[in-house]
């Protein structure tokens, strides 16, 4: 197995990755980035709508520099007393003192299983699907829900009922979907039953059924449950995990606070390392 090493591995190529990478490589750290796409997994190639617009918008303004990214996928992380050990998919194995991960969110499935006839999360299947002449129920209280009863409504949907139960979308996302005639009906429990050729809901028949529950933050199992450090508790010298981005929240930021996010882990690792090689020098 080929060992090579770093002062820093971030995975992750999504907004604060890059951000964080973006940073390093101005402060002349040596990083790589695991990720088997450029962009992370929603942003660019799922993202859509105005957030996907906006996210492909701000790579091309940042990606400015030579990016050290590996496409592949990140399979174990392991500690030991000076360094992070990161194996891949395919086994190639890389060392580093810093290790950020920014590997973001994913859609909460909320139980249920893809099929084609009820589908997980706002991404591009969702976007693309016909809609044209169906009946189409939502599932979910938030912006995504109203955004895609408005889009399903755009594409020539006869119907988009939303099931919730409570709202929390913006009110230009509400006012959108209900003036474009989408219908809300709030209750505390949903029964859905995948019947095949289509979704049955409270005992009515739906063409298509849009899972959308949100988002939970994608990490490696083994940082689940731990305490991690946040910047200024990183020790110079010491090796140490950070969790930047979404993945940090368990929710979706806007581009800027993501990135913003990448860019102070960025600066405080260079810090920590310039100290560090000066308590070494000393």
């Known amino acids: 197995m080929v060992h090579d090493s770093y002062q820093v591995v971030i995975i992750g190529a999504g907004p604060a990755g890059v951000a964080c ?51 592949t996928t990140a399979r174990s992380i392991q500690g030991f007393a000076t360094h992070w050990e990161v194996t891949t998919q395919d086994e190639w194995c890389c060392h580093c003192q810093y290790l950020v991960i920014a590997t973001g969110t994913k859609a909460r499935t909320g139980g ?85 050729g289509y979704i049955e809901i409270q005992d009515n028949r739906y063409d298509i059924c849009l899972v959308m529950y949100g988002f939970e933050r994608v990490t490696p199992d083994m940082l689940d449950g731990q305490c991690l450090p946040n910047l200024s508790e990183l020790i110079p010298g010491n090796k140490a995990i950070l969790i930047v981005g979404d993945a940090a929240l368990g929710a979706v930021q806007n581009l800027e606070q993501a990135s913003n996010s990448g860019k102070e882990a960025g600066i405080a690792i260079a810090s920590h390392l310039k100290h560090g090689m000066e308590t070494i020098s000393q």
Not at 21 to 43: C, F, K, Q, W
Not at 144 to 159: Q, T, V, W
């Open 112 to 196: 249920f299983t893809e099929s084609e006839n009820l589908l997980i999360g706002p991404f591009k299947p969702a976007y693309e699907r016909d809609y044209n002449g169906k009946r189409v129920a939502i599932l979910g209280g938030g912006d995504n829900a109203f955004e895609y009863a408005s889009i399903a409504l755009s594409k020539g949907a006869s119907s988009a009922s939303i099931f919730a139960r409570g709202i929390r979308a913006r009110k230009d996302l509400r006012v959108a979907a209900m003036s474009a005639g989408a219908s809300l009906l709030l209750v505390a429990n949903v029964d859905v039953r995948d019947m095949g």
């Open 21 to 71: 990478a973006r940073e390093l490589s101005a402060l002349e750290v040596d990083y790589v980035i695991i990720d088997p796409s450029m962009g992370g997994h929603t942003n660019i190639d799922y993202g859509v709508g105005e957030s996907g617009q906006s996210s492909r918008e701000w790579f091309k303004s940042v990606v400015d520099f030579p990016i050290n990214l590996v496409r």
